[in-house]
């Protein structure tokens, strides 16, 4: 069979197989910034409920209301347009207050996840340079010992009930705090409790400050193609594309100011920062916020109060769910959309949820530097297990070789993405940028396929970063962490299949005192890095492969 060659950009092969409807465009500049969006969103859905977390619900006049109280409260601490602010908590109704405040304050947003080790804290910090924090008590005694370090000014505390009103809350904080020994002991001087800081607000008025698409609203720290940690800038013209992309998508599927939809991924994360965050607003549904969905058995009695109609989570989420025995038991007649992304949806979960729910599990896919999602499944029906789907309105792909020329179409290339949900660029880090960019495009790193009609498939990746549950780790942060061990001589790290979690992180080490233990490894590694990333295996070898010039080869220690 001949070579079929195609310029990817220009046919848009995608387009004919869009379910009838969907727009092939959307105008990324709708909104003046993400303001605007609030703003509208308020207007039209007022008092209808916006998040609901603890038993409580607050709706869209109350999330307006109590976001503009902390905006005025971080302009009196003298926070201006363009500073950072860092907001580190699990899925609470606090976030979403403090980051429409910080928005409405004109700030930049550095999303951080809860569950950071300091030392991660204080690159993520230093790194963006955030002045601000707002943090769940859980985890300052970790902000404690490295805020000297950084130029954290202003600290703002909340605890997990603090928006439970009465007696009811205050119970929950003690019960949290004394009981299940969830908070350890912290001494942060002048740090502000988040509830004061509310009724300090209140007082004034904050003053919004001109607002382009053109600012930055967040960023969001990842590896990137290689190495530690960067922020990808993300304006306000970002997310909005973005948002009005996935919006585009279902729209056909969704009733505005009807629709309940499950928030079970932190906001943190860019998926649900953009879909759950924003695009449920957008929908005007009622945002369930889950704060702990390792809770099982919580979860699923959540999930029974509830006739939803949208959820979101990644793969392991949903074979969690699904091998949860009351999970069947819960009324499924009102759901419409099941989206998964983050890591690769599996067969045999797809079908199982279909089986169990009567709805389709969709596959999507996207990279935190394009906020995020490029591709997605059509929720018309026409799916195709196995793919992710076809490009989502407005965003144009290509399928490379190494010199960047298209391929022909079916065979392997490097998906290169364009289109108005691409990051500015990583914040301060215009050499890490150049290598992702080439004009245009951002090279993804994933190595794909395209079929004739558009849909895409993921058949390994260029990049050797290794994915948890969702979650990116970088087997050069977990080797520089590892090899601080004062008993390793070498060590190499790849990424193993893993049933739970897609992948575990597995470790080679070469000992330099033999008497170094897998527990020892583990051990030190859980000190050094956030869970996800610590090793779930370690092997221990006498050498490892090496290139020419001395170069741990991970693609020898995969083949192994």
């Known amino acids: 069979m001949a070579e079929q060659l195609i310029n990817y950009a220009s046919e848009k092969l995608w387009l004919k197989s869009y379910p009838k409807g969907t727009v092939a465009d959307i105008n990324p500049d709708h909104y003046s910034s993400l303001l605007g969006f609030f703003e509208e969103c308020v207007q039209k859905f007022g008092n209808k409920p916006a998040y609901e977390n603890l038993g409580v619900v607050l709706s869209f006049n109350d999330i307006d209301r109590l976001s503009s109280n902390f905006a005025a409260f971080l302009q009196q601490k003298g926070l201006k347009k363009g500073d950072r602010i860092a907001i580190q908590m699990p899925n609470l109704l606090q976030y979403p207050i403090a980051t429409f405040g910080a928005l409405k304050a004109g700030l930049t947003i550095v999303n951080t996840n809860p569950l950071y080790t300091p030392k991660e804290m204080k690159h993520q910090f230093d790194d963006s340079g955030a002045t601000a924090i707002v943090i769940v008590a859980n985890f300052a005694a970790n902000l404690q010992s490295i805020i000297k370090d950084t130029a954290i000014k202003t600290v703002i505390i909340t605890e997990i009930a603090d928006m439970v009103p009465g007696a009811k809350g205050w119970l929950l904080n003690k019960a949290i705090k004394h009981v299940k020994k969830m908070v350890p002991p912290y001494n942060i001087p002048n740090a502000i409790r988040f509830t004061d800081a509310l009724a300090e607000g209140k007082k004034h008025r904050h003053t919004t400050p001109p607002l382009t698409n053109n600012d930055i609203a967040f960023l969001q720290y990842t590896g990137g193609t290689t190495g530690i940690s960067k922020g990808a800038a993300l304006s306000h013209r970002n997310i909005l594309a973005n948002m009005e992309q996935l919006i585009a998508w279902t729209s056909t ?147 490379v070789n190494d010199d960047g020329v298209d391929v022909p179409l079916g065979e392997r290339g490097e998906i290169w993405a364009a289109g108005p949900q691409i990051m500015t660029g990583y914040w301060q880090h215009p050499e890490e940028t150049a290598k992702v960019m080439e004009g245009e495009w951002f090279k993804t790193g994933d190595v794909a396929t395209m079929s004739e009609d558009g849909f895409i498939k ?35 790290v790849i990424g193993v299949p893993d049933e739970k979690s897609n992948e575990a992180v597995k470790a080679f080490v070469v000992k330099k005192d033999d008497s170094l233990t897998e527990e020892e490894v583990k051990a030190w590694s859980r000190d050094q890095l956030t869970s996800y990333k610590v090793p779930k295996h370690v092997e221990f070898r006498n050498e490892l492969p090496k290139s020419n010039v001395g170069k741990i080869l991970r693609r020898l220690l995969k083949e192994d």
């Not at 007649?333 to 709805?359: F, H, I, P």
């Open 458 to 492: 993921i058949v390994d990746r260029k990049k050797e970063m290794i994915l948890v549950s969702g979650f990116n780790v970088y087997p050069n942060e977990v080797e520089n962490a590892i090899a601080l061990h004062p008993k390793v001589l070498e060590v190499g």
């Open 253 to 399: 599927n969704i009733k505005e100011g009807e629709e309940i939809g499950i928030t079970a991924l932190p906001l943190y994360h860019i998926f649900a920062l953009t879909f759950n965050c924003f695009g449920y607003l957008r929908y005007g549904a009622r945002n369930v916020l889950i704060t702990n969905p390792r809770d099982m058995v919580g979860f699923v009695a959540e999930l029974k109060k509830h006739r939803f109609s949208i959820i979101s989570g990644v793969n392991t989420l949903f074979n969690s769910l699904l091998n949860q025995p009351d999970f069947k038991t819960v009324d499924f007649s009102n759901l419409k959309v099941s989206l998964g992304g983050g890591m690769a949806v599996q067969d045999v979960v797809a079908q199982k949820w279909q089986e169990t729910t009567g709805c389709a599990l969709i596959e999507a896919y996207g990279l935190t530097e394009t906020s995020p999602g490029l591709t997605t499944n059509p929720m018309n029906g026409t799916h195709r297990m196995g793919t992710i789907g076809l490009p989502l309105p407005g965003t144009n792909i290509r399928i």
